[in-house]
């Protein structure tokens, strides 16, 4: 099983839809989670971090589950600039040499 | 780019050949990190340094090897390039929690 898995994508949604972007993790001693955003021929750049209680950037909602070992991110009314490769990020036993990068799940918003 | 610059952005080498890519930042943080990423197989870590001086393996560091003389500079070396090392390879910091990354460098091993 492979550490870190997403969905595989690539959703293709027309805008103003919801989309929901599932991640699970298999290492229970993963301390830090994170959703990173990747534009085509680009560089990841961290788009929010995912706390047990839930956060909340505008029209992004992140969720955590640690009993399952699952992340999740939500993009209400989505727009055509969300278009893009997401990356589930996950830190094991807190140590800033083991980060682990999920292989990402494309979105294309459509007009 | 958040201070983390590449060089050089593209590169062809011929099987066998050698190079350097440089990895500079001016954010004077303590950890830095090397990255390749292939179609599939997602970001995978080649080495990292938690600072001046120090150097570890990721993930992949077969191939490679990388120095950190300075702190804002991390370089990653290939003494001899194999066509599997075609790759497009990022730099990356961390403040805390939060990565850093450089434009990445495309590289082609014929």
């Known amino acids: 099983r492979k550490e870190v898995e997403q969905d595989p994508g690539p959703f293709n949604v027309p805008e103003g839809a919801t989309v929901a972007f599932n991640c699970t993790y298999s290492?229970?001693?993963?301390?830090?989670f994170f959703w990173y955003r990747q534009d085509c021929r680009k560089e990841p750049k961290l788009l929010m971090s995912v706390y047990s209680s839930g956060n909340e950037d505008g029209r992004f909602t992140a969720q955590l589950n640690r009993a399952s070992q699952y992340i999740s991110l939500l993009i209400r009314d989505s727009k055509l600039s969300d278009s893009a490769t997401y990356l589930c990020v996950v830190i094991v036993g807190g140590s800033q040499g083991n980060l682990i990068f999920g292989k990402g799940t494309k979105l294309s918003v459509k007009p | 780019n958040a201070g983390v610059t590449q060089t050089p952005k593209f590169r062809v080498l011929k099987t066998g050949q050698s190079m350097t890519l440089l990895c500079a930042q001016d954010?004077?943080?303590?950890?830095m990190y090397w990255y390749r990423q292939d179609p599939g197989m997602g970001l995978r870590l080649i080495h990292y340094?938690?600072?001046?001086?120090?150097?570890a393996k990721g993930e992949v560091p077969d191939g490679y090897n990388v120095s950190r003389l300075k702190k804002q500079n991390f370089l990653l070396g290939l003494e001899s390039a194999a066509p599997s090392q075609t790759s497009v390879y990022f730099c990356?910091?961390?403040?805390?929690?939060?990565?850093?990354f450089g434009p990445g460098t495309r590289l082609t091993v014929l």
């Open positions: 340094s938690v600072g001046e001086g120090t150097t």
């Open positions: 954010m004077n943080h303590e950890y």
């Open positions: 290492n229970s001693a993963s301390q830090s």
């Open positions: 990356a910091i961390s403040d805390a929690n939060t990565q850093y």
